[in-house]
T-cell receptor
Framework: NAGVTQTPKFQVLKTGQSMTLQCAQDMNHEYMSWYRQDPGMGLRLIHYSVGAGITDQGEVPNGYNVSRSTTEDFPLRLLSAAPSQTSVYFC?????????????FGPGTRLLVL | AQKVTQAQTEISVVEKEDVTLDCVYETRDTTYYLFWYKQPPSGELVFLIRRNSFDEQNEISGRYSWNFQKSTSSFNFTITASQVVDSAVYFCALSGFSGGYNKLIFGAGTRLAVHP
């Protein structure tokens, strides 16, 4: 299993541009989530999904959209990037059965908005 | 409200010293889970341990040990005989029943530097 994968690893955007951060997992995990990591603040939850077709907001959802059309994929969309969205983005997943409470993270996407 | 506090921003030790990373949490949930993650310089987040609110037994895994005390709402992490490879940022995190265990609340992290 590849686990949780994220693309791209690094991206530079101009203010106002849009982009999609990709996240995929091959562990058949029901739960997936997106976090952002900013210096000195730990990680904060943006959006999460408890299964295909079901998403909900986390702590800092503004400026981001998500959808979950398949179990494997959970893309994060920035419709109009802002410098405040410069951050490192992590996708995570967890199993609803065994080891259900532990979230496993992807390698991260570093985003710079100019 | 749920909150995780890691008061130590940075710790610097010399190799082979023991070091304890502190974590204090707040939650109104009676059922919750506590976690430690390691973030090495390469940037990925590595899961280290999970402990549920009903299990206060301390745990030892090699050079790592964890002390969970509900009475003081603390979940401290000790590295014995530290090594340079232990240099990383360590995060304590909490997920509770009220959030369906979907929401991990992270502390700000403690940066550990182990010098040769």
């Amino acid at each position: 299993n590849a686990g949780v994968t994220q693309t791209p690893k690094f991206q530079v955007l101009k203010t106002g541009q849009s982009m999609t951060l990709q996240c995929a997992q091959d562990m058949n995990h029901e739960y997936m989530s997106w976090y952002r990591q900013d210096p000195g603040m730990g990680l904060r939850l943006i959006h999460y999904s408890v299964g295909a077709g079901i998403t909900d907001q986390g702590e800092v959802p503004n400026g981001y959209n998500v959808s979950r059309s398949t179990t494997e994929d959970f893309p994060l969309r920035l419709l109009s990037a802002a410098p405040s969205q410069t951050s490192v983005y992590f996708c995570a997943s967890r199993n609803s059965a065994a080891d259900q409470e532990t979230q496993y993270f992807g390698p991260g996407t570093r985003l710079l908005v100019l | 409200a749920q909150k995780v506090t890691q008061a130590q921003t940075e710790i610097s030790v010399v190799e082979k010293e023991d070091v304890t990373l502190d974590c204090v949490y707040e939650t109104r949930d009676t059922t919750y889970y506590l976690f430690w993650y390691k973030q090495p310089p390469s940037g990925e987040l590595v899961f280290l341990i999970r402990r549920n609110s009903f299990d206060e037994q301390n745990e030892i895994s090699g050079r790592y040990s964890w002390n969970f005390q509900k009475s003081t709402s603390s979940f401290n992490f000790t590295i014995t005989a530290s090594q340079v490879v232990d240099s990383a940022v360590y995060f304590c995190a909490l997920s509770g029943f009220s959030g369906g265990y979907n929401k991990l609340i992270f502390g700000a992290g403690t940066r550990l530097a182990v010098h040769p």
